[in-house]
């Protein structure tokens, strides 16, 4: 067997687990995005109160460092659901207060459809083109960061403009992570699907509560 056979040997083999690790990464992501929303429907229908959607919140931080820890273990998949339900459970407040509008069931909904689209257009589009956006791992980062520090300074400072922006920006970062982190996972930078789950997971979580804000903000009717 000379060096070209294993070569195209080695690179068959490459590409099959590539394949395997989106294969496995889509499935697991619509099963959790499945059950997140039953999750906030649940919520919804019981009424959660602020304060338990915050503590649901805080309960899915600390499990996505458990998530991680596992992410190579059986239970992974365990604690991936767990993190998810209780991400998609903290929702429920949310959901309820733009239910509450005049014209927030078409809210929502133009939501889920905005964030089904670009999640949908930006993932063909790295799928396809098999364009490497690493290089763009440290803006994005760096875009976290400030929209953070930004969000935590709008709690004392209250101002709708900023809050806006920062929401626009969520957008433009989650975008972003998107292309990112589904690029890693066609070029072999992530082999593992629970991670490559749950960062997508973010950025789709994230997305949708941006959007719906920003069109809460827009179109939203008393």
């Not at 068959?12 to 690790?21: D, F, I, M, P």
């Not at 589009?125 to 364009?131: F, H, R």
């Not at 760096?142 to 004392?156: C, D, K, P, R």
Request: charged content about 10%; aromatic content about 12%.
């Amino acid at each position: 067997m000379d060096q070209r056979t294993l070569y195209s040997s080695s690179s068959q083999a490459s590409v099959l687990e590539t394949n395997k690790v989106l294969r496995n990464t889509y499935t697991l992501l619509a099963m959790t995005l499945v059950f997140s929303a039953v999750c906030a429907g649940l919520t919804m229908a019981v009424g959660i109160s602020p304060l338990a959607a915050i503590g649901m919140n805080i309960g899915a931080l600390v499990l996505l460092f458990v998530v991680n820890k596992k992410a190579d273990t059986a239970s992974g998949i365990f604690w991936v659901f767990a993190f998810t339900g209780l991400l998609g459970g903290s929702l429920g407040f949310t959901l309820n207060y733009y239910a509450g509008l005049q014209n927030g069931p078409e809210l929502i909904m133009q939501a889920f459809g905005a964030t089904a689209l670009v999640f949908f257009g930006l993932s063909a589009y790295a799928l396809t083109t098999k364009k490497d956006f690493s290089f763009m791992g440290g803006f994005l980062m760096i875009g976290m960061i400030v929209a953070l520090v930004a969000a935590i300074a709008n709690i004392f400072l209250q101002i709708p403009a900023m809050s806006l922006a920062i929401s626009a920006g969520i957008v433009l970062i989650m975008s972003g992570f998107i292309l990112f982190d589904t690029s890693r996972i066609i070029n072999g930078g992530e082999t593992n699907y629970i991670r490559a789950t749950v960062s997508l997971y973010l950025s789709i979580y994230n997305l949708f509560t941006s959007i719906l804000h920003l069109l809460g903000a827009f179109g939203g009717d008393d």
